[in-house]
């Protein structure tokens, strides 16, 4: 009763696929959208939230748990999802991502990644088969190998090393894997080129994982690139396999990649909006401060089930914006997380009922194309 | 069907008695306790969430409203309690304490306070036939008489002046005030002289309101002069009137007061220390940073029956509180206000039982005494 992926339907006009994964913490619908719980909380919203938002399954980052509590502190807790009670799936990233984003001094090394942490200058190495075991601590259902992340833009010659690097840690990666119900997905790197994707992608599934992941998109590159990767490689990943795309991203990129393919998505794009005042509709961005909310007793959105939508106007998440109030943050939170939550059962509703490509292309125009 | 207040019990051997008001959003049950919702929201709980609390009745500062969102605008947004989504009772305060203690350039007219508002500097005259008229928009179930709020230590002749004043003005506020099953509750001032307080008691009563509340206490007196306020004056108000002491208190406070004869409690302190990582139980006030609950699986109060104590330890608590996450304040509200409320209720059955005094003699012994 390990980790298992199925297929319920694939799409007869394009690669999307409705399937179901299997974990021992429960079942989670693909295609499926992961909030974000950085520090092993999804910010500003209780667990009783996030399962009201419809979430099957969240991310936890393994760089912040390592270095605060402790991924120590949280195996003699019994967990993450125990200590952060969370009953429900749990993937965590390798912490490879924030380690080239967050944390200061970084080196890389041929046996890992050293770095000072962000929090209080300590110094880390972070290699493979730490990567694994911490994760392993952690508990999470879905473990992510360690990879070097490329920056964009970079040069062929960068990005092969790197590539090496992470094809190198992906081995070391799965042979620190204890046998465990533990699922490890692997991670494409090769940047912009082609052949270092096609080569990335050959070598990772020759290792074998339960699973694998597009990785070094959403890192500073043109959005058409990210769709010309998504399009060109989501779909010559295995077929039986999950397939993730890291980092992604705003509703019309997960439409889009869901048609090339991709089961799984995170991004802090809904929790971090709602934090700064912007709330997911399907007509427009709104900005929850602006002036002509002032007197508006409409909800945000008005096809919307959320707690936010189904008690609250407009008028008053201005005024809680405005006022600094943290009821703000929670409610925009709730709001844009079922946002994506609902837009994935609607991608998988049309997946069930064989109009997908037409949910696609109407969900796209209304958005203004891509 | 207006606002009215029914007697349950009288304590034999104290003045505390346990009853109920009854207002057109619902009933409360005496003696209960408010927790602060200033700018139209407890802070970080959602109204689902101080509802799951037992809270019967909250507090919003009328000083905030006026000033943010403005009254005519939650007027229009069908009163405060269609705007927060909070269908129980609310108490509104007049703007006087806020005035006093917020505002720049605060100067006491014949007629009124005249302040800069503390968020833009804009300039406001806030008479007593103003506060009603802002209360009246805002649509609360109690709205209170602005006062001249004296502060602590004042002189005899201070103190005369400004209850001087407060008594005119209690008078022009019942003047004011329209026909309508909102209640209008008087406050006696007088500082810390007995003679004056009399005096302040008789001509408010005299006056004639719904209730009455004694004011100009948590002011920076020494708890001894409060609680001898609280012991000379609460019981001498009228008997078959709700009777509210305001900023009160400390659950030891609350308790004391009680046995007084006082039915109604607002406070920040719940709430505030929440927001600061204090926890409180009946054994002690818990500082959630202390490295000592870095690994502690138990919840801050095993005999709390709230959703943090029910689904989280104090080592998940201290990581959140540490991490800076919105959620530490979440659940730590969420148990502080549960912890208040459960007093109350703790209070009130006692009460039922015959069995107040010695149940506050228990509570007051336990915490040190008094």
């Known amino acids: 009763m390990g980790f298992t992926f199925k297929i319920y339907e694939k799409d007869p006009t394009s690669s ?6 299997i974990t021992t913490h429960g079942e989670v619908e693909t295609p499926v959208f992961m909030p974000v719980g950085t520090q092993g909380t999804v910010k500003s919203l209780t667990p009783d939230e996030i399962k009201n938002c419809g979430v099957e399954m969240i991310l936890a980052n393994t760089y912040h748990l390592y270095l605060r509590p402790g991924h120590e502190t949280i195996k003699n807790m019994d967990g993450l999802h125990h200590f952060m009670n969370w009953p429900r799936p749990i993937l965590t990233d390798s912490g490879g991502f924030q380690v080239y984003s967050l944390a200061k001094l970084r080196k890389i090394l041929p046996e890992g990644v050293m770095f000072q942490s962000h929090i209080d200058g300590s110094r880390h190495l972070l290699t493979p088969q730490k990567a694994v075991e911490i994760q392993e601590a952690l508990g999470s259902d ?12 970079a040069t062929y010659m960068q990005t092969k090393k790197s ?20 699922a490890l997905f692997g991670i494409i790197q090769g940047g912009n080129y082609k052949d270092l994707r096609q080569k990335a992608l050959e070598e990772t599934v020759k290792i074998g994982f339960d699973g694998y992941a597009l990785g070094g998109l959403s890192v500073g590159e043109p959005q058409e690139i990210m769709y010309e ?28 990649a869901v048609s090339c393919g991709a089961d799984m998505f995170d991004c802090v794009i809904p929790t971090r909006s709602a934090r700064h005042g912007l709330l997911f509709t399907n007509d427009e961005k709104i900005v929850i401060k602006n002036a002509r909310w002032r007197q508006s007793d409409i909800p945000p959105d008005e096809t919307c089930d959320c707690y936010t939508c189904k008690n609250f106007s407009r008028a008053y998440l201005r005024h809680l ?28 509703e049309a997946l069930k009922e064989n109009r997908f490509t037409q949910f696609k292309n109407e969900f796209l125009n209304n958005k203004g194309g891509v």
């Open 16 to 21: 999307a696929r409705r399937g179901k994964i």
């Open 142 to 153: 879905i473990m992510m190998c360690l990879d070097d992340c490329t920056p964009y833009p």
């Open 163 to 182: 590539l090496d690097l992470t094809i190198n840690w992906a081995k070391l990666s799965r042979e620190a894997k204890k046998p465990s119900a533990q």
């Open 229 to 256: 990767i998504a399009h060109n490689f989501t779909n010559a990943l295995p077929v039986d396999k999950p397939r993730y795309l890291m980092g992604v991203g705003t509703p019309e990129d997960i439409v889009y």
């Open 321 to 348: 914006y405005i006022a600094g109030e943290i009821l703000a943050m929670i409610l925009n939170t709730i709001h844009n997380v079922r946002y994506y939550t609902r837009l994935m059962e609607r991608i998988r």
